[in-house]
């Protein structure tokens, strides 16, 4: 027990007497860091509306152009729209930005896209390229899906490969494919220019949008901005046709 | 006399800390019951650091309510002198279900020898969960001073301290990958670009919190062989895998599989092909654990995942 006392009042002294070393420890973990970040580049910059106001809460991607593969790197937007992306590659990156949940989509997207250019920014070796400027893109609308069975009001199973494709009418080639969630209504950003929907499944006749008493094979959707559309999308089994 | 005083009651401070084992322990108590009497969705949780707890730390702690995996809800709270408790409610919807998550993270309270209370890392907390979420369970306890001493692996695994109550019943360590959503955005030169979203979830399938993951590469053969980076014909040069990194905020992660823009074109794409995909779950400090491994061809014209060109559904599970 005195033993420990003794300990204690030993314990004092060094702590005191390291105080200034815990300080200049910290500060050599820091200077670590920039030696683990050499070879690497920042990126830092703002995100900005259409109206030129910064937005908060924007995640802003950057994929190098090089080699887009893997874990897609993002930060998200303080209070003043800025963001830094560090420990980046040498390269030229794409920076991109999205905020889906108040209905903007991903700006490296081309079926969103027509209105805005993601910048495209070099970054080099100890490096931070700043002032960015990263327009977010113009406000979507939402499309909410629920797929069933015609025949028994049932969901589909994975193994139907079902597949929802949305295409632009001003450009067909640019189109957006996904797999839906089978289990519960699935929601996806769509643009406000004219678009055409389809779903096809194993076993399943080919779905295409068609208004209500439509003689056309295909209908277009268009959506104002931030309305949210749903489509309840019943497939008709292949062997209910004969097909 | 005073001095000698302080000098003793400061000695004594100090043999306390020596010379007992500290502990920390934060129970995170969640639920989500329907509310009769407003016919409503009642999301309710509650942190509760014990006494040893709140003699070395203060606590920090937000959540998030989701309806059918959307947050509808977000919450902070904190406590330096007790314990912290959200409650809200929400229109009853019959169809859907709600879940409660709750993140309780710790800061480092430690009196240093000078006057008031300082935040000095006395028990080298932070370096233990630097950059790291802690795992469940939401307890840990350790002894100082001085690093790597008596810390159960068992007990501490990631970092911040956590609890998921969702569905039922509360999360359980990471598990495997369930699938967000596999989009095929179209690129502008017309090679295949293909999004897979992550999340992490537990052996049952519950979301598993945000924490660290990596992936890595192998060869198809048996036994495999470990890949450092792929080449890119389409491009004429490698990607090499970053290591461990942290999860996104909202707990997901997006894999990318594409070669490019611009492309060669044709049936260029990334060699050797196909290649095995492993992502892990990679704690500060504890062995890596695989979530999943899948086949990859990644090529300019199309991008095959398991041998599977078109989308999975949303939801699918890869062990």
Avoid at chain 2, 111 to 140: C, M, R
Avoid at chain 2, 247 to 274: E, H, I, N, R
Wanted: proline content about 7%; aromatic content about 12%; charged content about 15%.
């Amino acid at each position: 027990m005195r033993a420990k006392f003794l300990f204690g009042l030993f314990a004092v002294a060094i702590l005191a007497a390291i105080g200034g070393i815990y300080v200049a420890t910290s500060s050599q973990s820091q200077l670590m860091q920039h030696d683990v970040a050499a070879g690497t580049g920042a990126i830092t910059g703002q995100v900005l509306d259409a109206t030129g106001q910064p937005v908060k809460g924007a995640k802003v991607y950057a994929d190098r152009n090089e080699a887009p593969m893997g874990r897609r790197p993002y930060v998200v937007t303080d209070e003043q729209g800025v963001f830094t992306i560090n420990n980046l590659v040498p390269g030229t990156y794409t920076v991109s930005t999205s905020k889906e949940e108040d209905g903007y989509a991903p700006t490296d997207v081309p079926f969103y896209a027509g209105y805005v250019q993601a910048p495209q920014v070099i970054v080099t070796e100890r490096q931070t390229t700043s002032g960015v400027v990263v327009p977010l893109g113009p406000r979507a609308a939402k499309l909410t899906v629920n797929i069933v069975d015609a025949a028994t009001n049932t969901r589909l199973r994975a193994s139907q490969n079902v597949q929802l494709i949305l295409r632009r009418i001003d450009n067909p080639n640019q189109a957006i494919t996904t797999g839906p969630d089978l289990k519960r209504p699935f929601s996806i950003l769509v643009p406000t220019v004219p678009f055409t929907v389809e779903v096809s499944a194993t076993g399943y006749q080919h779905w295409r949008y068609r208004q209500v008493k439509s003689n056309n094979s295909i209908d277009v959707l268009e959506l104002p901005a931030g309305q949210v559309q749903r489509l309840d999308i019943a497939l008709r089994p292949d062997k209910y046709t004969g097909n | 006399m005073r001095n000698s005083l302080a000098l003793m009651l400061l000695a004594g401070a100090c043999y306390l800390i020596f010379s007992q084992e500290a502990r920390a322990d934060v129970n995170t108590i969640t639920e989500v019951s329907y509310y009769e009497p407003t016919n409503s969705i009642l999301a309710w949780a509650e942190v509760i650091p014990d006494y040893d707890t709140l003699a070395y730390y203060c606590f920090d702690d937000w959540g998030e309510v989701r309806k059918n995996d959307v947050v509808i809800n977000s919450f902070w709270g904190g406590s330096c002198e007790g314990e912290s408790y959200y409650e809200g409610f929400f229109p009853y919807d019959p169809a859907a279900d709600y879940s409660i998550e709750v993140y309780p993270q710790l800061i480092v309270k430690h009196w240093i020898p000078s006057p008031g209370d300082g935040y000095d890392d006395y028990y080298n907390y932070n370096e233990w969960t630097y950059g790291d979420s802690v795992y469940f369970p939401y307890y840990f306890s350790f002894t100082g001073p001085g690093p790597e001493t008596a810390i159960s692996y068992n007990t501490i695994i990631l970092g911040a301290v956590y609890s998921i109550f969702t569905e039922g019943g509360t999360a359980g360590q990471p598990h495997h990958l369930k699938l967000v959503s596999d989009t095929f955005p179209l690129t502008d030169c017309g090679s295949v670009r293909r999004w897979l979203k992550f999340r992490v979830v537990d052996a049952n399938g519950r979301r598993a919190g945000n924490v660290r993951v990596e992936e890595t590469f192998e060869t198809t053969s048996q036994p495999p062989t470990g890949i450092q980076c792929l080449y890119n014909s389409c491009q004429s040069n490698n990607y090499c895998p970053p290591g461990c990194q942290g999860m996104d905020l909202d707990g997901t992660f997006t894999d990318q599989l594409w070669v490019g823009c611009p492309s060669a074109g044709g049936d260029c794409g990334f060699s050797p092909s196909p290649v095995v995909s492993r992502w892990w779950w990679c704690p500060a400090r504890f062995g890596r654990v695989s979530l999943t491994a899948n086949t990859y061809e990644i090529r300019h014209n199309q991008v095959l995942v398991n041998g599977r060109s078109t989308a999975y559904p949303s939801g699918t599970e890869f062990r």
